[in-house]
């Protein structure tokens, strides 16, 4: 499980995390520059270094909130509900990423920047849902009733997921199907553009969890200035 920085200051396995992370971005850009073009869309696939670990960056700080929103409610410690939001503020800028470069993708494949096919739907969907969950977190006023009604939104948002994963599959979309299938364990990839992508999944990880850590550092310090 993912560990509360400490109260006062980052630990050093959060910076370990953000500085990894800030120092193998360029790394994972040149591995993406450098990767051979699709057959079909040539080098405008190369966006997609970017798109899908955003997207699966997203699924992942959502999936952290729906946990943490879990053992909230099982144990109410108000550390868990600060890495609830923490993750949940850093997937929705993840799941961000991934709308902005899927509409940049879209407009020369598709035509248009958006179109309500199912996979851009539900994504929009999900997004929307999480933009709510700290709407709902504003407009609550009493700690522990904002923890509470907090927790059942990021674990009922969460059912949002698994839907836009799969929605490539149970409908008929626009959208092309997962290059990697976490449902079959199939890989449709040139070895090349996998070993970038995974690459860049891998910078990204180390920066959600230094963002994460960090974010939550910051919400304890939030909470100890309500509570004084």
């Not at 040539?42 to 729906?66: C, D, K, Q, S």
């Not at 991934?98 to 739907?121: D, F, I």
């Amino acid at each position: 499980m993912l560990k509360v920085a400490q109260p006062d200051r980052p630990d050093a396995l959060t910076w370990v995390f953000l500085g990894l992370g800030l120092l193998l971005l360029p790394v994972g850009l040149y591995l993406a520059l450098s990767a051979p073009p699709d057959v079909n869309q040539g080098y405008l696939a190369r966006i997609m270094y970017l798109h899908v670990p955003g997207a699966w960056l997203g699924y992942l700080a959502f999936f952290v909130t729906f946990l943490y929103s879990l053992l909230y409610l099982f144990r109410q410690d108000p550390r868990y509900d600060r890495v609830a939001s923490s993750s949940a503020e850093i997937g929705l800028v993840f799941m961000g990423l991934a709308l902005v470069t899927g509409m940049l993708w879209a407009r020369p494949t598709w035509g248009v920047y958006w179109t309500w096919e199912p996979r851009l739907t539900t994504t929009a969907i999900l997004f929307a849902v999480y933009v709510g969950y700290f709407l709902l977190r504003g407009a609550i006023e009493d700690p522990e009733l904002r923890r509470k009604a907090a927790a059942a939104v990021g674990i009922l948002g969460f059912i949002n997921v698994p839907i836009s994963y799969m929605s490539v599959k149970w409908w008929r979309s626009l959208h092309q199907t997962q290059s990697i299938d976490l449902t079959t364990g199939k890989i449709h990839m040139d070895p090349a553009m996998l070993q970038a992508l995974l690459f860049n999944l891998f910078v990204f990880t180390l920066l959600y969890l230094g963002f994460v850590r960090f974010r939550s550092l910051l919400a304890a310090l939030e909470a100890r200035k309500e509570e004084a």
